[in-house]
């Protein structure tokens, strides 16, 4: 059982102003101080997080060349040049893809796609799909998702006589490639008021703006490509506010009916359409078989299912998609093996705090996935290389405070390249060059992490008293859907619950089911992947539980369900530092 840091988000509120928000608008204090924790303390900023409506939507014209891009566009459309979309590899860029050409297709454009193969050409533009593209007679390359670092390749294309529109969101260097247009919110002179939207998002916005200058009714098309938007959005794990909210929820919706057959057969194959549809039914069940296809085979499979038209044709498509990711979760599985073995054996392990390992021929479509697992296991930043005839492919994945593409520019002398988020990124190494690079991110990392930084963080949103345990509340707490990043299932604490049974379920056996009792009420809970919790109390124990609220269906009937976060010893100093009960 490992130690948790409980970090109360309700500490430093300004409890007069929680107060006066909560009497005004008639809101129970728990729900106003979720909403004030995630900086929600107007009454409009409220109405826009739980309502979602399609006036959060921002102006897709108020995003740095977004007029430069649609006259491009309109311009090849009517002249019939021939226009190809460039995209990653990954669930966001196959839904990018995918939606952009579609739009573009109804629009009778003559249009194609590109996306480079994982394994040959690697991750964004090359020169030579560059050159390819040049000579299929393309006049206009449109990337989404990648791009932004492509100074070089950008200069290449200019000299093929092909122009280049650059749509990204991930994060920009100070110089950027000298493109027809670059569209990024995260543009340093960039005004748009988001700049969290996923590479699908700012696709979306592209298409949103065309539909506009094209006189198309924009809320029609809104809805028509908004469940691909979704997908991406969620398979990205970028923030779920804003208008990432209002994408979610009106995809979500868009997807439950069923409208388009790939999305349909790969929810069916994956046997997801027997439980309700949530953000994480494509998170757990949709986008890990639209990425194997990037990261075993060939991402063109992915993008053929979410084009298909024909119904049995998608069962077909989608049935050899979840073929491909079984092949992945077994090659994912030998690869942790293989990278847990070389962490027991390496003596100065507990001295480093950011993991880096590498072995050869590892799949590099799967390496990311293995350092999310590895990291979350040690609490550690951890970077996974592959590496074959000297050459090594990386990715890597962060833990809270640790900002990776930060590092990575720290130690970038021994990179052949890089790029990413502050919790993901992906790089290119000489093997060479791999002591020397492992020694200059732990140093960089010993300047910028302590510690505690290294300790898993518990980030609770208040304490809250017997009788709001309930499930009226879990109910309430519905309207906080959909969750992900900055906007997580709210997490509670309870003081002196007493531990009224407790054993161990599973197939697996890793699972720890419970039934407590708080107030007056005996209610039922679960921690998943926390049986080792059981060695450390008895039934009697009287403890302090971090968890959130769930609601169980079972035969029609609806009841509260706890789903246990951590439990710790009751103490008073927990009470103490709790900043007060809601």
């Excluded at 480079?116 to 390819?132: C, F, S």
């Excluded at 809320?219 to 779920?240: C, H, K, N, P, Q």
Aim: glycine share 8%.
């Amino acid at each position: 059982m490992r130690n948790k840091i409980w970090r109360y988000k309700a500490r430093g509120l300004d409890m007069e102003a929680l107060k006066k928000f909560s009497e005004n608008y008639r809101l129970p204090p728990v729900i106003a101080a979720v909403l004030f924790n995630r900086g929600i303390t107007s009454g409009e900023t409220a109405r826009l997080f739980l309502q979602k409506p399609l006036d959060g939507i921002h102006n897709p014209y108020d995003l740095p060349d977004m007029d430069k891009a649609v006259e491009r566009i309109k311009q090849a459309i009517e002249n019939n040049e021939k226009i190809v979309i460039y995209g990653d590899y990954d669930v966001d860029g196959i839904t990018s893809t995918v939606l952009l050409y579609s739009f573009l297709k109804k629009e009778g454009a003559d249009v194609d796609y590109y996306i480079p193969d994982r394994i040959v050409e690697g991750y964004g533009i090359n020169i030579m799909a560059i050159n390819k593209i040049a000579k299929s007679g393309a006049n206009l390359l449109i990337t989404v998702d990648c791009g932004i670092t492509a100074i070089g390749e950008v200069e290449f294309a200019l000299t093929q006589k092909l122009d280049i529109i650059i749509t990204d969101h991930h994060t920009c260097r100070d110089e950027l490639p000298r493109a027809t247009a670059v569209i990024n919110p995260k543009r340093k002179d960039s005004e748009y008021p988001f700049e969290a939207l996923a590479g699908v998002g700012v696709a979306f916005k592209l298409v949103l703006a065309l539909a506009m200058k094209l006189g198309e009714n924009t809320r029609d098309i809104f809805m028509e490509y908004v469940e691909l938007a979704a997908i991406g959005t969620i398979a990205d794990v970028v923030s779920v506010m804003d208008e990432n909210r209002i994408i979610i929820d009106r995809g979500l919706e868009v997807i439950k009916t069923g409208r388009n057959p790939g999305i349909h057969a790969i929810l069916e194959v994956s046997g997801a359409l027997s439980r309700p549809i949530t953000e994480r039914t494509v998170g757990f069940a949709v986008a890990p078989r639209l990425n194997a296809a990037g990261r075993l085979g060939n991402a063109k499979t992915a993008v053929e299912l979410l084009l298909c038209a024909n119904k049995d044709e998608a069962e077909k498509l989608a049935k050899e998609l979840d073929s491909i990711n079984r092949s992945r979760q077994e090659q994912e599985q030998l690869i942790f093996e293989d990278a847990m073995n070389k962490v027991m054996n390496d003596p100065l392990f507990d001295k480093k705090k950011v993991i880096v390992l590498a072995g050869e021929k590892w799949h590099h479509g799967v390496i990311g996935i293995v350092a999310s697992r590895i990291c979350e296991r040690f609490y550690k930043p951890c970077i996974l290389i592959s590496y074959e005839n000297g050459i090594g492919k990386g990715s890597g994945r962060s833990v809270d405070g640790f900002d990776l593409f930060k590092a990575l520019c720290a130690s970038e002398e021994y990179l052949t390249n890089f790029g990413g988020h502050t919790a993901a990124a992906g790089l290119g190494i000489n093997m060479n060059n791999i002591e020397q690079f492992t020694a200059a991110i732990n140093k960089y990392a010993d300047k910028v992490l302590t510690d505690q930084d290294l300790i898993p963080k518990i980030n609770i949103d208040c304490r809250v008293k017997a009788e709001t345990v309930t499930l009226e509340c879990a109910k309430a707490l519905e309207k906080f859907e959909p969750y992900g990043m900055d906007n997580e299932k709210p997490i509670f604490s309870f003081l002196c619950a007493k531990i009224m049974s407790m054993d161990i379920v599973g197939s697996d056996k890793r699972h720890l089911r419970l039934k407590f009792l708080i107030g007056q009420n005996i209610i039922p809970a679960i921690g998943f992947d926390m049986a080792d919790y059981e060695a450390f109390f008895n039934r009697g124990d009287i403890v302090d539980i971090a968890f959130s609220m769930d609601i169980n269906n079972f035969q029609g009937t609806q009841s509260l369900q706890l789903m246990v976060k951590d439990i710790k010893k009751h103490s008073t100093y927990e009470q103490e530092r709790s900043g007060g009960e809601r």
